[in-house]
């Protein structure tokens, strides 16, 4: 497996929508999880959403109902839709995966992950 490349970044006004893409070389016969993080300036990398290969999908409380994380094709694309955008989601936004499925909690952390992607920034202005 090689390293996630990210794109779609850019910058918008709040109340628009952007939609982050995530390429990833994965085994389709194996369980696989990619996943969604993002920092922001002198913050921790957080949690935003995950998906695993059996169907799953995970979403931090702050972006649920605005941002759906899907996976295309045999799994080997991952995007990020983002709607309804505020200054707060302002970050580089990271695309992350390993091979294997996790929980709602396990998910969520970034240990799990080692394949990361060298980011995409978001810029959410008010």
């Known amino acids: 497996q090689v390293q996630p490349v990210e794109s779609g970044g850019g910058s918008v006004q709040a109340g628009g929508s952007l939609r982050l893409s995530c390429a990833v070389s994965?085994?389709?016969?194996?369980?696989?999880?990619v996943a969604w993080f993002r920092q922001a300036p002198g913050k921790e990398r957080d949690f935003v959403a995950a998906?695993?290969?059996?169907?799953?999908?995970y979403y931090a409380d702050s972006v649920k109902g605005r941002f759906t994380i899907s996976r295309e094709g045999v799994g080997n694309t991952a995007s990020l839709q983002m709607n309804n955008l505020k200054s707060d989601d302002t970050a580089v936004y990271y695309c992350?995966?390993?091979?294997?499925?996790?929980?709602?909690?396990?998910?969520?952390?970034?240990?799990?992950?080692?394949?990361w992607g060298q980011g995409t920034q978001v810029t959410v202005s008010s």
């Open positions: 992350a995966s390993f091979n294997g499925h996790c929980s709602n909690i396990g998910c969520r952390d970034r240990r799990l992950y080692n394949y």
């Open positions: 994965i085994r389709t016969d194996s369980p696989s999880t």
């Open positions: 998906s695993t290969r059996n169907g799953n999908t």
